[in-house]
């Protein structure tokens, strides 16, 4: 069976200015969040269990946030995924994908209600800008497990520090610490 790629699909000016629009809507929430809770350095575990992706930066804040995974991109055979019809993703952090499997089939788009298709890692991301303005997500993030990129939308941010830093921060300029308060 051949894989479609995307030039085997019919893109219009409307879903195209939609894509835009999607994709300029998540690079400003990729901003604030950078800015806010340094999500450009923030390492990342997501938790298919709890449905959560938690980020952890470098200065010991944490994100933590509902998620959704909208697809897979495998950089070997540059390949996307739907979540949709994903084996490794549990059935609750699909929905966000089946909403933009609906958005497809009522639109006549069927890059999103392809299963797999061979495509661009700017065209995962274009599909992750979608389900996050569909959903009203938060947010929009790629990381990586090997091969394998994982993009999600997330939403509910819910900011805090680590234990370890907490402890740390707490104690900082309470105790004296030879060489720095002694």
């Not at 952090?93 to 890059?111: D, E, I, P, S």
Request: proline fraction near 3%; hydrophobic fraction near 40%; charge should be negative.
């Amino acid at each position: 069976m051949t894989i479609p790629t995307m030039s085997d699909f019919t893109v219009t000016r409307e879903f195209q200015r939609f894509l835009t629009v999607s994709a300029e809507k998540l690079a400003i929430q990729t901003a604030l969040h950078t800015g806010l809770w340094q999500l450009d350095q923030a390492e990342w575990l997501l938790s298919q269990d709890e449905g959560t992706i938690t980020f952890i930066a470098p200065n010991g804040m944490t994100a933590t946030c509902s998620a959704q995974i909208i697809g897979t991109y495998d950089t070997q055979d540059q390949t996307w995924l739907w979540a949709w019809d994903h084996p490794s993703v549990a059935e609750p952090l699909r929905q966000a994908a089946h909403t933009v499997r609906a958005y497809g089939v009522a639109h006549a788009c069927n890059q999103l209600t392809t299963r797999k298709l061979i495509c661009t890692e700017q065209h995962a991301w274009e599909f992750t800008a979608l389900a996050a303005h569909l959903c009203n997500a938060q947010g929009g993030y790629r990381g990586v497990a090997g091969t394998t990129l994982v993009f999600v939308v997330y939403d509910h941010v819910r900011l805090g520090q680590t234990p370890m830093r907490q402890e740390v921060s707490q104690w900082q300029g309470t105790l004296p610490i030879a060489g720095i308060n002694g």
